[in-house]
Structure formats: structure tokens, C-alpha cells
């Protein structure tokens, strides 16, 4: 391709045409155009899905295609496996909560149901609860809290994992609550948590806190139980013998 017609491509905007154009088999020209233009938006979408997939900071890329469903996972009356693939709770800012003991599944769930947005267009957030704290403790300290809500504006999904490995200060858990509480049908959340909702006392101290949070959450959510044995420990003792 000339140098005219790459500076043509640049100031269209079309960012792959350069790359492609001499790969594409055709017949007529305008069979040519409209498989150059395809390749142009194919190519545009798996980009913006990288980037997406980027933003979101997951740790690692657990899909949901090697997810293992098992009989030990317990969803409620109103959404079953098909439903919760197909993230239609996106659709309505619902949200899902996944509890039970570690190892069981929980995170490679929400990993997978993130990642799985963030290739439909939507954009997420993968947190660890801890680390979401100490971030919104520091913002107040150096007096951004403001701005760092802000990031939250045009996200649509966000994940919680691991609410109640570890305790919160008072100002932690109020910091952590008025989040949740501006997110409160604006957005959904995917939470992970190893306690049943009568404990998370022990993460947030106050009580009154802790039932007006539990209130949001499960306003509009579906939750899930996971029982059975680690598949981490399971794993690790196979190995061993």
C-alpha cells in the first residue's frame, strides 16, 4: 500500500484496512469494499474487547467455558446455569452473590461471568474487597475520594471477591457501604464472600451497617450457594499421594 493511501486509511480512521486488504478474496469491487469493511469492524470489536478485558483487572482469564459446574452448587428457584451465562441480570442491574467455603468455585464464577460482559460490550471491574478498601482509605487521606468515585460512573458491572477474608475499620466499612449504596440499582455487582449474611457482622462491626448493606445487595439479587469440598485442597492431596 502507498504511503497516500496509509495516510488516507489514518485520517479515516480505519486502523486495519492497511493490513488486510491484500488478503481479501473477491469478485467485484464492491464484494471487495464490503469484505474489507467486515474485517475492519471484526477486528475494531476484538480490540475493543481486549481493551475491556484490560480495564477490568481481572487476575487472571478463568472463562466460562473451562468452568466445571457441579451438583454442588445451589441456584435459586428464579435463574439457573443458562440463565446466569447468558448475563441477563446485566440487563436489569441485578445482582449475584456467590457464597460459600474457599475453593469451591466462587471466584473462577465471577471471573468468568466478567470476562464473558467485557466481550459483550460491557464495562467491568474485578476487585478484591480488601484491596478496594485500602484504596478507597487512601483516596480519603489524600482528599480524592471524589475522584475515585468518579471511575465508577460509565462502569456497568462490578466484581467483589472475597467479602469477609478480612475486617474492615469503621472507616473502611462506612467508605465500602456509601459505594455500594451509590452503585444501588445503577449498576451490578458479582460479590464472593465465605460467610452466610448473618456473619458479616464480623466484616463490617456495626450492625445497623451491615443490615442496611444486606438490604441493597439482596434487593435485586441472585444468590447462590456453594458446599462441598475445596477443589484447591482436593487437588493439592492428589498430588501428594
Request: charged residues 25%; neutral net charge.
Amino acid at each position: 500500500m502507498s504511503e497516500t493511501l496509509r495516510e488516507m486509511c489514518k485520517t479515516l480512521r480505519l486502523a486495519y484496512v492497511a493490513d488486510i486488504y491484500e488478503t481479501v478474496d473477491y469478485d467485484t469491487p464492491a464484494q471487495f469494499l464490503e469484505a474489507v469493511f467486515a474485517e475492519e469492524f471484526r477486528k475494531r470489536e476484538a480490540a475493543k474487547v481486549q481493551r475491556l478485558i484490560k480495564k477490568a483487572k481481572f487476575l487472571d482469564s478463568k472463562s466460562l467455558a473451562s468452568y466445571e459446574w457441579h451438583d454442588q452448587i445451589r441456584f435459586p428457584a428464579h435463574i439457573d446455569q443458562t440463565g446466569l451465562s447468558s448475563l441477563s441480570f446485566l440487563e436489569h442491574r441485578e445482582n449475584i452473590v456467590l457464597i460459600g467455603s474457599p475453593g469451591t468455585g466462587k471466584t473462577h464464577l465471577a471471573t468468568a461471568l466478567g470476562r464473558k460482559a467485557c466481550e459483550q460490550g460491557y464495562d467491568v471491574r474485578f476487585f478484591r474487597v480488601a484491596h478496594l478498601v485500602e484504596q478507597l482509605e487512601t483516596a480519603l487521606k489524600q482528599d480524592k475520594l471524589t475522584a475515585f468515585r468518579k471511575r465508577f460512573e460509565k462502569v456497568e458491572l462490578i466484581v467483589l471477591d472475597e467479602m469477609g477474608y478480612l475486617p474492615f475499620s469503621k472507616a473502611g466499612s462506612e467508605l465500602l457501604f456509601q459505594l455500594i449504596s451509590e452503585w444501588y440499582e445503577q449498576k451490578s455487582l458479582i460479590i464472593t464472600s465465605n460467610l452466610e449474611f448473618s456473619q458479616w457482622n464480623r466484616i463490617f462491626i456495626d450492625s445497623r451497617l451491615t443490615a442496611a448493606l444486606v438490604d441493597r445487595l439482596i434487593h435485586h439479587a441472585h444468590i447462590l450457594s456453594f458446599t462441598g469440598e475445596s477443589y484447591r485442597l482436593a487437588n493439592a492431596l492428589s498430588k501428594s499421594l
